[in-house]
């Protein structure tokens, strides 16, 4: 009886028994042994709770790496979009401040795990937004320089909205220099404003009307 069972459970078939006992080793080796893939994935740094009288004037740095893990299906369609890194900046101040970036900062799919975020800390440069009146300098393009003359810009003062250290050293902005198909004695032209000096600042309104008169006996040409 004991052999007829030993016979029809150990030996038979014992070869494919066999193959599937190292396959299950192999298994068991993959999983607890190398443990479950991972993938690396860098995610842009959000904020949220910026207090609406402050902006942010540097962050760095702007971007974490975060290693998640998980099966390998989930891995290969997991894109960086999936996964987000937000700080909260509720009450911060004038300055430099500097916030830990963990694993509670950052938001993956369900099914993903997060293993690692780096680096660990992140610093901020946040300044107190102000309003301030600026006068308006108007600039021709320099291809109508002796060409045209500018007769007037409206408005000549913009009200700017922006970072306290930027604004409090500054009185004038100047326009985009004035462009077009000039073709009659008088031209009127819109154009923005050059903020390329004053980051984060925003000018209402947001572009000036420049008339401009040609040269008494100069003509203008034009290809």
């Given at each position: 009886?004991m ?9 038979k078939?014992w070869?494919?028994k066999l193959?599937?006992?190292v396959?299950a080793v ?10 479950e893939p ?15 009288n ?5 962050m760095d740095?702007?971007r ?7 099966r ?7 894109k ?8 909260s ?18 938001a993956?799919p ?9 680096p660990?800390?992140v610093?901020?440069?946040v300044?107190r937004?102000?309003e ?13 320089t ?8 409206s ?12 604004l409090e ?14 073709r009659?004695i008088d031209?009127?032209v819109n154009?923005g ?5 004053l980051p984060h600042?925003?000018?209402r309104p ?8 040609r040269?008494?006996?100069r ?5």
């Open positions: 009886m052999k007829n069972l030993f016979e029809r459970y150990l030996i078939d070869k494919l193959l599937a006992l396959l192999m298994l068991w080796y993959t999983v607890f042994q190398i443990g991972k993938k690396d994935i860098t995610v842009p740094l959000s904020v949220s709770h910026l207090p609406r402050m902006v942010i004037m540097k740095p702007e974490v790496f975060v290693t998640v893990s998980g390998v299906s989930m891995l290969k369609d997991i960086d979009r999936d996964v987000t890194a937000v700080i900046l509720n009450g911060s101040k004038e300055g430099e401040t500097v916030f830990e970036v963990s694993k509670a900062n950052v993956v369900k099914g993903i795990d997060i293993v690692d975020v780096k660990g800390t610093r901020v440069i300044d937004i102000i301030k009146k600026l006068k308006v300098i108007p600039v021709l393009d320099k291809k109508w002796g060409r045209y003359d500018i007769i007037l810009a408005p000549q003062q913009v009200f700017a909205e922006g970072p306290r250290k930027v050293g500054t009185t004038t902005v100047e326009t985009l220099p004035a462009n077009g198909d000039l009659h031209e009127t154009t404003f050059n903020t390329e000096n600042v925003k000018i947001d572009s000036a009307r420049i008339v401009l008169r040269h008494p006996g003509e203008t040409h034009w290809d």
